[in-house]
């Protein structure tokens, strides 16, 4: 299949692994990117740039195709070492960037000198104008359905890609709500370029991840995730567990007066232990309501393959069909 996104990425589907914290590692990413996708590793879950150099090299080892780095960029006192980053993905030969968080204009100047390719995660039409007025050559649209943070306006994806559509020149993709080759159809048909998954890729067998983790989604309905940190203005979709609940309750009992220090142990710090070792109810994590479609852990080989397989049928037989001869 061939999109302005395969085109620009040189991928052979349009089908994007999103950054995910202390999932986004090498195994993941490569597998992606064997299967003909985009496979992302997740800058910051590596601790210091000379770790992410590493990473970066892990990943060269697993694959020939193109893969790219998320570079989260976020409002901290104390901000993560940003150029070091930036020079070990220009060192290590990386051509692409998924940018996410605060607006990355300061950046990509360095990275467009070193050739590299700019798509940058958007909640709104809006932003996702900006991101285009500052050079970005390519969005990731994200509807209020996404795991992780859906921004402050709620508005789904049926709504937004063609909204977006209407905006923009710049090739952009859909996220949130992700998961099949209907999500790939759905989301082509209202002007999107391709598709970016990220619960998906969690159920996949090359997930890094605990097994507890990838049957929590299995087993998660669209009815199970909740959205929490809104009287922060910084919402997140996460699934619901017991210390999400914790959260909640804290948010209902405090309400305007509650503070980030109020929520600390609910958030701060828990995905290593979540994510590597199972333990489910420490703390909040990013999940999408895409988990009431995903039933399986298949190898990403097999689910990008079925994907793709479900989409053409889709299109060359059941759309095809509808018209009228």
Known sequence: MKTRITELFGIQHPIIQGGMHYVGFAELASAVSN?????????????????????????REMTDKPFGVNLTFLPTVSAPDYPGYIRAIVDGGVKIVETAGNNPQKWLPMLHEAGIKVIHKCTSVRHSLKAQAIGCDAVSVD?????????????????LLPRAAEELRIPFVASGGMADGRSLVA??????????????????????????????????????????????RNTERVLNNAAVERLLEKERRLGAAIGFDDIREEVAGVYPSIMQQGTMDLGAWSCGMVAGLIRDVPTVKDLIDRIMAEAETIIRN????????
């Open 35 to 59: 299967a003909g996708g985009l496979g992302i590793i997740t800058g910051l879950t590596q601790r210091t740039p000379e770790l992410l150099a590493n990473e970066i090299r892990r990943c």
């Open 187 to 232: 989301a082509l048909a209202l002007g999107a370029d391709g598709m970016n998954m990220g619960t998906r890729f969690i159920a996949t067998q090359e997930a890094p991840v605990h097994d507890n983790v990838k049957q929590a989604i299995v087993a998660a309905s669209e009815l199970d995730t909740r959205l929490v940190m809104r009287p922060l």
């Open 318 to 325: 059941r759309l095809a069909g509808m018209l009228a001869t």
């Open 143 to 159: 509807g209020f359905e996404c795991g992780g943070h859906p921004g402050e306006d709620d508005v789904p994806n049926f709504i």
